[in-house]
């Protein structure tokens, strides 16, 4: 059995509760104690490790039942909270996040990063739409993390199950945007974790100079490929999706205690605003 401890005694409540909405998609879990809560140990491979074009494939079928094949209808959620959730997760979170960056002062100093010229992020992120993000925001019931690590073809039952769920998303405990989970799973296509605990990154800077550089790994290289064409299928906008991964990649680049592995989040992201805005 799987063990899940959290300090916060209302983490754990939450998660808990939230795996009542999202079932059958995620493991059925039971409380264990007010800070802790079990479910079965998954037989199976996380979609990092999964090579298989067609299992990749059906992924996106999973996502679609998931999401577009049962939509939330108007009336069953608060319009206006959900808005300001989004303004919450996506605008104000990034904000704080990069003013909290231990080394702003001196990632700030750089005006190229490979080769391209950037902008300081005050004035990239004045050019951002937030409001169309909020306009552009799809309600489903969200899972809050869908990276490729929290995600898991059950071998047994040849089915994918979703582990790590989030508890909410702002203050809400049940609907948040589809976007948001597209480009928690397409921020960790590009930057995965089996690649970054083995060190296959690198990031020098010099003065306002920097160069950075990230081994790929081909299979989710293919499953990136994947979900553009989802999107393109589905009448969803990759190119939105690219412009949110670049702002998680800045809004996770001052939380982990590696600095190095900051340094290069915010670059990263900065290359990778820099060229959404662009286009």
């Keep these: 059995e799987i063990i899940k401890y959290f300090e916060e005694e209302k983490k754990a409540l939450d998660r808990t509760k939230r795996c009542e909405i999202l079932k059958p998609h995620v493991p059925k879990v039971s409380s264990l104690n007010p800070n802790m809560f079990g479910y079965n140990y998954i037989e ?4 990092s490790d999964i090579y298989n074009v ?18 939330l209808s108007v009336g069953t959620f608060n319009q206006e909270q959900f808005y300001n959730n989004c303004t919450t997760m996506y605008q104000e979170k990034t904000f704080k996040r990069i003013k909290s960056h231990e080394e702003i002062d001196t990632l700030e100093k750089v005006t190229d990063i490979n080769g391209v010229a950037v902008s300081s992020i005050d004035s990239l992120l004045s050019i951002v739409d937030w409001q169309k993000i909020n306009n552009m925001a799809i309600p489903v019931l969200l899972h809050g993390d869908m990276s490729p690590e929290n995600i898991i073809y059950d ?7 979703l582990i790590d769920w989030r508890e909410k998303f702002g203050d ?3 609907v948040g945007d589809m976007y948001y989970d597209l480009c928690k799973l397409d921020h960790a296509l590009l930057v995965n974790g089996a ?14 100079f920097a160069e950075i550089e990230i081994n790929f790994r081909s299979n989710l290289l293919k499953a990136r490929k994947l979900l553009e064409e989802f999107c393109i299928k589905n009448s969803l906008d990759f190119q939105h999706v690219k412009l949110l991964t670049s702002l998680t990649l800045l809004n996770i680049s001052s939380v982990h205690s590696d600095k190095k592995f900051n340094r290069f989040l915010y670059l990263y992201g900065k290359l990778l605003l820099t060229e959404v805005l662009k286009k």
């Design 44 to 47: 199976g491979k996380r979609f």
């Design 54 to 71: 067609k299992l990749l494939k059906e992924f996106f079928d999973f996502v679609k039942f998931m999401y577009l094949d049962n939509p």
């Design 172 to 174: 809400d405990m049940y």
């Design 155 to 161: 071998i047994r039952k040849k089915k994918f199950t």
């Design 195 to 208: 690649v970054i605990r083995s060190q296959e990154y690198s990031v020098d800077i010099k003065d306002e």
